[in-house]
């Protein structure tokens, strides 16, 4: 059948949009296929029209139980036969689902990833070869994506049985090294590649370098203005999330939704979300994924995502009908740290690795007993089980029973593909902190990031039009700030390109005022700032700022008028300090003059300011420790023991600007110290 005539038909579109209809043929026709286009393209109709036109059942592999739901749904929607087998499905409509795919009454079956470590569930599928195989969030294959699931690793062993089925690889987000990854784990055969569509023009980016405890505060009043709305908050913990949105639905219909609610309340969200019940979700990850709401307005990310990949995923759920919408990234260097903490918690060390390798065998066990031999947590043994099987050196059985797969002779192998690993990992947190701070076009940086040609820029974005960003104004700089701003450029112009950190340190100021006002030379297209590396005598890699002229900056000469705008986060934060700093009784001196008696510490006390010593003499790094913090502010936490950031700020010594650079890790010992 004519493909547009099918797609009518069936679907009711009077045609397909950009880029589809060659991606349609291509696999209608027989060819293997990987097709990269951002959320609300119409990925799903390039495997779902083909499919159709070949007559018979479609495989479709899919990572996620509302993903699958959602999308059988719709097919079910457009009278289309579709069926799933997850989790979720009794065993007796899996049962009749597979029946309806062995004699051909059914069109889709979905299945998870999982199910084909079932014994004799591959072979079964084998029986009747479909019609095509669609790999959806093809991404997860890859040890280099954002989202890697070991269960998608093996996909390809079990492909070649359902041939000579065409195989079709979808995915948002795969910079090319993933495509690459993709083609190769699934074996696909010459495929064709299609890659379309990451610039998003109706879609405004803003960045904004914000303190954690302001962020609640601004993302409610940002989101009372109705036009804001509907909206995705995405957050960086399940507490964070319930915590938000409970705040938010003072003022309008909002939810949480994340992984540790039970499933009845998370399809309860997710339908009032879909019906317009709900103006605003608070998430973590967990949601959005093949959820099909084109009129979002805004997505807000209250700290830093892990990935550039995860973040233009999320921000492609803005805006699919077409129309203005609005992506707001809130980040600090703490979010920074406290990714750090996570990649040293979800990516041990080798030498961890190799002491679970020890003890698995050839046959199945009980991962109990082996985390128990071992003395070790039952999440830290899963995820070093987890890390070794995504390296082919483990295994799961159905029932989560572990074995080993090398051979004592092979044991070693697994550890350049882990090491290599760990190192893109944190290349990608790396590269995220580089977007962020990024001075330039925020959409050709996420275009050139992904591989596609980056044009012209937006036009829109915080940094193309800081006149119309909405979430933190811009204004002209005042005297002082003017002043500041032609050191910067004089010191520029007599000494050359430096890192950021040299000219900072020579032009004075705060470091957080400082690089708001390099922030607006680089807007003001008079500095570019580029981010380089250097390698330690010891082979360690490290990433600096560097700052240097642009031709504009060169020509610059006084007393020309600067054409710099900038951002009014500094004096918003200081307002905040000013105002914690008025509600918090301050001790009275004791005399005029005269020292302050200091009351003897406790011995938990003792411990905890000897444990801070060592942080703050590792965190110096060999500049005089009193830069980091004074000995009367180190005193202060140790005997303060603040189990919070807004207790940390209220600490004598301890300004924003030291709650941002080491807040969590002080927090985090004194809650350690307090048990």
């Known amino acids: 059948m004519d493909l547009v005539s099918l797609l009518r038909a069936t679907f009711g579109f009077a045609g397909f949009r950009e880029n589809q209809e060659a991606v349609c043929r291509a696999v209608a026709d027989g060819q293997d296929a990987l097709l990269v286009m951002p959320t609300g393209a119409g990925k799903s109709i390039c495997y779902q029209l083909p499919a159709l036109a070949r007559g018979g059942p479609a495989l479709v592999v899919s990572p996620l139980i509302a993903l699958m739901d959602d999308q059988a749904a719709r097919l079910s929607s457009h009278g289309l036969r579709a069926a799933r087998i997850h989790s979720g499905v009794s065993r007796e409509d899996a049962r009749q689902a597979c029946r309806e795919y062995l004699d051909g009454t059914l069109q889709f079956l ?184 084109a009129d979002i307005r805004t997505v807000i990310h209250a700290s830093l995502p892990g990935s550039v990949e995860a973040y233009y995923q999320e921000i492609g759920r803005a805006g699919r009908d077409g129309k203005r919408s609005r992506a707001i990234l809130l980040h600090s260097f703490a979010d920074r740290r406290i990714h750090e903490s996570f990649f040293d918690r979800d990516y041990p060390m080798a030498d961890e690795l190799a002491c679970v390798t020890r003890v698995l065998t050839e046959d199945w066990q009980p991962p109990e007993a082996l985390w128990a031999k071992l003395k070790m947590e039952p999440e830290v043994f899963g995820r070093a089980v987890d890390k070794l099987a995504a390296q082919g050196a483990a295994a799961f059985d159905v029932e989560g029973q572990v074995r080993g797969l090398l051979r004592t002779t092979e044991a070693g192998q697994w550890r350049a593909g882990y090491e290599a690993q760990r190192e893109h990992r944190r290349a990608q947190l790396e590269a995220m902190v580089g977007f962020a701070e990024t001075a330039q076009c925020r959409m050709s940086a996420l275009v050139r990031h992904f591989g596609d040609r980056p044009g ?123 105002a914690k700093k008025k509600s918090t009784p301050k001790t009275a001196s004791k005399a005029s003059g005269g020292a302050e008696q200091k009351p003897p510490l406790t011995p938990e006390q003792t411990e905890l300011e000897n444990r801070l010593r060592v942080w703050r003499k590792n965190e110096a790094a060999g500049k005089p420790a009193f830069i980091v913090l004074t000995d009367a502010a180190l005193r202060g936490v140790a005997t303060r023991c603040p189990r919070t950031l807004d207790e940390l700020l209220s600490i004598s010594g301890i300004g924003p600007m030291k709650v941002e650079r080491y807040g969590a890790a002080l927090v985090a010992l004194c809650r350690e110290s307090a048990g």
């Open 456 to 578: 012209a820029p937006c036009g829109h974005c915080d940094f193309c039009s800081p006149e119309t960003a909405e979430a933190v104004p811009f204004a002209k700089p005042n005297a002082e700030q003017a002043q500041q701003l032609r050191r910067i450029l004089r010191a520029l112009q007599e000494g050359g390109p430096r890192s950021v950190g040299k000219l900072q340190a020579e032009c004075g100021g705060e470091r957080r005022v400082f690089d708001a006002l390099l922030d607006g030379l680089a807007r003001a297209g008079l500095v570019m700032v580029t981010v380089e590396t250097f390698t330690k005598p010891e082979g360690d890699e490290v990433s600096y700022r560097k700052a240097s002229l642009t031709h504009e900056g060169r020509s610059w000469r006084e007393p020309e008028p600067l054409p710099v705008l900038l951002r009014m986060t500094d004096q918003n934060s200081a307002t905040v300090a000013q």
């Open 110 to 293: 979905f299945i998870a990833p999982e199910r084909l470590r079932v014994p004799g569930f591959p072979e079964m599928l084998a029986r009747r070869t479909p019609s095509l195989i669609a790999v959806d969030e093809a991404h997860c294959i890859s040890g280099w994506g954002h989202d890697f699931r070991p269960d998608y690793r093996t996909l390809g062993e079990w492909l070649p049985m359902l041939r000579p089925a065409p195989i079709i690889a979808l995915t948002a987000t795969a910079t090319p090294r993933v495509q690459q990854d993709i083609v190769a784990q699934l074996r696909l055969a010459d495929p064709a590649l299609f890659v379309h569509g990451f610039r998003r023009e109706n879609l405004a980016l803003e960045v904004v370098e914000m303190p954690k405890p302001q962020r609640n505060e601004f993302i409610g009043r940002y989101l009372a203005a109705a036009e804001a709305r509907p909206a995705i908050v995405y957050a960086p913990s399940r507490r964070t999330a319930e915590e938000l949105a409970e705040q938010l639905a003072e003022r309008f219909p909002a939810a949480a939704y994340h992984a540790g609610l039970e499933t009845a309340v998370r399809e309860r969200v997710q339908r009032s979300f879909l019906a317009g019940e709900l103006e605003v979700v608070v998430a973590t990850i967990a949601f959005g994924m093949g959820i099909d709401k």
